[in-house]
């Protein structure tokens, strides 16, 4: 049974950073992409950042690029997420997902909010 378990959000400042993660579990971790979403309130969830299988091809949304670092532990089964220079807009509940593995599986997600 695939489970995803994201933590490491909390409350921060703009400009300030958090970095998330995701413990993966019941599927081959390193044979799959793995992607973090957001949601905030009121809006449709959107892809923030990919990372495939094979270390070093990632991608990310416009809103992101260049302040958020989208990495992967092979060994640990876990994925990351680096957020920098945090601004108000990125307020949102953080999901990670495998959509090779388990595209219709969500974790619980972690809320970050952005806000002096």
């Known amino acids: 049974q695939v489970q995803l378990m994201e933590s490491g959000g909390g409350l921060v400042q703009p400009g300030g950073s958090l970095r998330l993660s995701c413990a993966a579990s019941?599927?081959?971790?390193?044979?799959?992409?793995m992607s973090w979403y957001r949601q905030a309130p009121g809006k449709e969830r959107e892809l923030v950042a990919r990372?495939?299988?094979?270390?070093?091809?990632?991608n990310y949304a416009d809103s992101v690029k260049g302040r958020f670092t989208i990495s992967r532990d092979n060994a640990k089964n876990t994925v990351y997420l680096q957020m920098n220079s945090l601004k108000p807009e990125d307020t949102a509940v953080y999901y990670c997902?495998?959509?090779?593995?388990?595209?219709?599986?969500w974790g619980q997600g972690t809320q970050v909010t952005v806000s002096s």
């Open positions: 997902r495998a959509p090779g593995a388990a595209p219709d599986k």
């Open positions: 019941g599927f081959t971790f390193s044979r799959h992409a």
């Open positions: 990372i495939s299988s094979v270390p070093g091809v990632t």
